[in-house]
C-alpha cells in the first residue's frame, strides 16, 4: 500500500521563525489534506489540497502531486502552532485517507 | 472543527465492562469514520460507513462494533476491552468517501 512520510520528525523553533513541513507519498492520491493536532488532541483541519498552492494566513500550502509530495509554510510562527502536524492522503486504490507519520512542533516563547 | 460532536470526552473502564462511544454530525455528511490514536502515532482508520452501510473494517476484533443508526449518528459498542486498546478514538465524516475529513475532539479511553 501507499507510505506516507513525513519530515522533519521533530522541529524546535523560537517564536517568530519560518518552517517547511514536508510530506512524501509513495503513490498516486486522488486527495491530500493537512492537519495540525494541538496538545489537546483536536485534529484541526489546515488544508485540502490536493494539487496546487493555497493560502490561509500565516500558513500556505503546496502539492505536487506529479512528483508525489506536499509541503506546508508556516511563517511568523507563534506558541500556539505547537503541536503535530499531519499529511492525509485519499487514494482511490485503498479507497481511504492514509495518514503521515507526522511532525513534531515545539515554538519557545 | 467542532461541528462532529463526540461524547464522551474522556472514559475509564474496565476490562469486564460494556460502554459505547457516540458520535453525531449534522453537516449532512454521508460517511462517518472510526479512528484509533496511540500516543505519538498517527491516527489508524478502524471502520467506515458510507451510506449508513459499513463500507471498511480494517481487521478490527470483535470486542469493537460499530453501528451507525441514521446519517447523523456513529456508534462504537466496547466489551471485554485489553488495557492495550487505551488510546484517544476519534470520529470524523465526509460528504463522501474522497471528500474532506472532519474530525470530532475525540474521546481518551483507559481500559484498566
Known amino acids: 500500500g501507499i507510505q506516507v512520510e513525513q519530515s522533519p520528525p521533530d522541529l524546535i523553533l523560537q517564536e517568530g521563525a519560518n518552517s517547511t513541513l514536508r510530506c512524501n507519498f509513495s503513490?498516486?492520491?486522488?486527495?491530500l489534506q493537512w492537519f495540525h493536532q494541538n496538545p489537546w488532541g483536536q485534529l484541526i483541519n489546515l488544508f485540502y489540497?490536493?494539487?496546487g498552492t493555497k493560502q490561509n494566513g500565516r500558513l500556505s500550502a503546496t502539492t505536487v502531486a506529479t512528483e508525489r509530495y506536499s509541503l506546508l509554510y508556516i511563517s511568523s510562527s507563534q506558541t500556539t502552532d505547537s503541536g503535530v502536524y499531519f499529511c492525509?492522503?485519499?487514494?482511490?486504490?485503498?479507497?481511504?485517507?492514509?495518514f503521515g507519520t507526522g511532525t513534531r512542533l515545539k515554538v519557545l516563547a | 472543527d467542532t461541528e462532529v460532536t463526540q461524547t464522551p470526552k474522556h472514559l475509564v473502564m474496565g476490562m469486564t465492562n460494556k460502554k459505547s462511544l457516540k458520535c453525531e454530525q449534522h453537516?449532512?455528511?454521508?460517511?462517518m469514520y472510526w479512528y484509533k490514536q496511540k500516543a505519538k502515532k498517527p491516527p489508524e482508520l478502524m471502520f467506515v460507513y458510507s451510506y449508513e452501510k459499513l463500507s471498511i473494517n480494517e481487521s478490527v476484533p470483535s470486542r469493537f462494533s460499530p453501528e451507525c443508526p441514521n446519517s447523523s449518528l456513529l456508534n462504537l459498542h466496547l466489551h471485554a476491552l485489553q488495557p492495550e486498546d487505551s488510546a484517544l478514538y476519534l470520529c470524523a465524516s465526509s460528504q463522501g468517501n474522497n471528500s474532506p475529513l472532519h474530525f470530532g475532539n475525540g474521546t481518551r479511553l483507559t481500559v484498566t
Open positions: 492525509a492522503c485519499f487514494t482511490s486504490g485503498t479507497y481511504k485517507y492514509i
Open positions: 453537516m449532512g455528511h454521508r460517511a
Open positions: 503513490d498516486s492520491v486522488n486527495n
Open positions: 489540497i490536493p494539487s
